[in-house]
C-alpha cells in the first residue's frame, strides 16, 4: 500500500546500513586479531630465544653423568648436582624431559620461524594469486622483525643458523669430556661458521659483517691459544745448573706460559676496544644524524 511503500524502504535502508556497518566492523575485528596474534607470537618467540642457550645447557647437563668411586662403591653420578643418582628413578623422569626438550625446543625453536615464514609465504600467495607475489624477506620481517631484523633479504634465516651453532657448541661442551678434544671440536665449528659468515655475507650493514668476523675469528685465535696448555712438552723447557735440559715446565712458573695468557687478554681485550669504539662512533653517527632531522623540522616550522 501506498502507506506502508516508504517504510519498507526505510527498513531495507536500514538493514543494508546494519550489513555495512556489521561487515565493516567485522573485517576491522578481523585486522585486529591478525596484529594482535602477530604481535604475541612475535613477543613469544623473542622469549623463546632469550633463554635458547640457558634451557639448551640445562637440558644437555642432564644427561652428563660421571662414575665415581665413594668408599669403595662406585656409583653414576649427575655431574650438575652430584646428590642424585643416575639410576634413580627422579633422573630417568628428567632424562625424558630433556630428550623431548632437546627435540623439540633445541631443535625446534630455530626452525620455528623458518616454517612459519614459508607456510604465511605460501598461503598468501595461493589466495592472491592476481597480486604480487611475497618474499620470504618480507614476511619475516612482518612477523618476526627482531629475528630477520640486520639480515641480507636472501639471508633473513640466518639467525636460526646462529642458534643452532651455539647449540652446538653447548653439547661439545657437555657431551665431550676430554678437554683438549672439546677445544678441537670447539675450533672445527668456530673455523667453520667463519668460513661460512664471508661465504654467505649474512648482514646488511658492512660494520655488522664485520663485528662478527672479528668476534668468530678472536674466538677461534683464543682456542688456538688454550691449546697449548695440554702440550706443556712444546714450551718452557728449563735448564739445570750444568747447562743440560732437565725437562719441562709449562707452568704458572714458566715465562712462556704467561706469555700465553698475555696473548689471549691482549687479543680478547681488542677486540672489546674495538666493540665499544664501533658502538660510540655508530651511536655519535645516529644521534648527529636526530639533531641534523630536528634543526630541519624547526626550520619548516
Known amino acids: ?16 546500513l546494519l550489513r555495512g556497518v556489521d561487515s565493516s566492523l567485522h573485517g576491522r575485528l578481523l585486522e585486529v586479531r591478525g ?8 613477543a613469544a618467540i623473542i622469549i623463546l630465544f632469550l633463554v635458547y642457550p640457558m634451557v639448551v645447557e640445562q637440558c644437555a647437563k642432564v644427561f652428563d653423568c660421571r662414575t665415581v668411586e665413594i668408599l669403595g662403591v662406585s656409583r653414576s653420578l649427575l655431574w650438575a648436582e652430584t646428590t642424585r643418582d643416575c639410576g634413580s628413578a627422579l633422573h630417568k ?7 623431548v626438550l632437546t627435540i623439540v625446543y633445541g631443535f625446534g625453536i630455530p626452525l620455528v620461524p623458518v616454517f612459519v615464514v614459508i607456510r604465511e609465504k605460501r598461503a598468501f ?21 627482531f629475528y630477520a631484523s640486520g639480515y641480507r633479504p ?6 636460526s643458523m646462529v642458534m643452532l651453532r651455539k ?20 675450533i672445527w665449528l668456530i673455523e667453520t661458521a667463519l668460513a661460512a659468515h664471508f661465504v654467505a655475507q649474512p648482514h646488511a650493514e658492512p660494520l655488522l659483517f664485520y663485528l662478527e668476523a672479528l668476534s668468530l675469528a678472536t674466538t677461534a685465535i683464543t682456542l688456538n691459544l688454550g691449546l697449548l696448555f695440554f702440550y706443556p712438552n712444546s714450551l718452557g723447557s ?8 732437565a725437562g719441562n715446565d709449562f707452568s704458572e712458573t714458566n715465562v712462556a706460559f704467561w706469555l700465553v695468557v698475555l696473548a689471549i687478554f691482549a687479543v680478547n681485550i681488542l677486540l672489546m676496544l674495538l666493540l665499544v669504539y ?24
Not at 500500500?1 to 543494508?16: D, I, L, Y
Not at 657448541?169 to 672439546?182: F, G, K
Not at 664501533?278 to 616550522?301: D, V, Y
Request: proline share 3%; with cysteine.
Open 1 to 16: 500500500t501506498p502507506r506502508t511503500g516508504p517504510m519498507q524502504r526505510k527498513a531495507s535502508v536500514f538493514s543494508q
Open 35 to 42: 596484529s594482535l596474534r602477530r604481535y604475541w607470537m612475535g
Open 93 to 99: 623422569a628428567y632424562t625424558v624431559v630433556a630428550i
Open 125 to 145: 600467495n595461493a589466495a592472491n594469486r592476481g597480486a604480487a607475489r611475497l618474499t620470504s624477506a618480507v614476511v619475516a620481517q612482518s612477523h618476526f622483525h
Open 154 to 159: 636472501q639471508r633473513w634465516f640466518w639467525e
Open 167 to 186: 647449540a652446538i657448541m653447548v653439547y661439545i661442551m657437555v657431551y665431550i669430556r676430554d678437554p683438549a678434544l672439546q677445544v678441537y671440536c670447539a
Open 238 to 245: 728449563v735448564r739445570s745448573s750444568s747447562g743440560t735440559c
Open 278 to 301: 664501533f658502538l660510540i662512533k655508530e651511536g655519535w653517527s645516529k644521534l648527529k644524524q636526530m639533531w641534523a632531522h630536528l634543526a630541519r623540522s624547526e626550520e619548516r616550522l
